[in-house]
């Protein structure tokens, strides 16, 4: 619904929780997200859909937050980096990242963790082809990709519970 300055409101589930904003017609997802409701852990890279910084799952498909507007969010449940584990309870995707030193500066690390999620559920035992095309939207500059590959891998042995048998 607009009102009067052009505004259009929109009701949205992010992690699970819902908001009710008002947005500007041209507003990006990404925008709303971490200028309007603080989830800074979408990070923002080149701004052209290029290299996955922004991705977040959107009704389980992961998008680009930046070439996403934010209304056609609208009704729509959206999982941020925020919303794959806290601090003191990581979910298995991150925890595998940190163990297999699969994060260096960080800035591609949110978009490969949720390009990583929605891959494995997916399919929860990808091979590594199938790992490299799931994350094939996302750059990274740091790790060369190997060590964020060795991460999807060991993260889906450990979420189907053989983690041992690798």
């Given at each position: ?77 959206i999982l941020t980096i925020e919303g794959m584990g806290t601090l003191d309870n990581l979910h298995p995707i991150q925890e595998a ?70």
């Amino acid at each position: 619904m607009n009102n009067q300055n052009n505004q259009i409101r929109i009701n949205i589930s992010i992690n699970g929780e819902s908001y009710e904003v008002q947005v500007d017609p041209e507003m990006r997802l990404i925008d709303l997200l971490r200028d309007k409701l603080g989830f800074t852990g979408t990070k923002e890279g080149c701004g052209k859909g290029e290299c996955g910084a922004c991705t977040v799952i959107m009704d389980g498909k992961t998008v680009n937050s930046c070439l996403v507007l934010a209304f056609q969010a609208d009704g729509k449940e959206i999982l941020t980096i925020e919303g794959m584990g806290t601090l003191d309870n990581l979910h298995p995707i991150q925890e595998a990242f940190i163990r297999n030193g699969a994060v260096q500066c960080g800035y591609c690390i949110p978009g490969m963790v949720l390009s990583a999620k929605s891959l494995l559920d997916k399919n929860p035992a990808p091979t590594e082809e199938e790992i490299r095309r799931g994350i094939s939207g996302n750059l990274c500059r740091c790790t060369g990709y190997q060590k964020i590959v060795d991460a999807i891998k060991d993260a889906a042995a450990e979420m189907r519970g053989d983690r041992n048998e690798r």
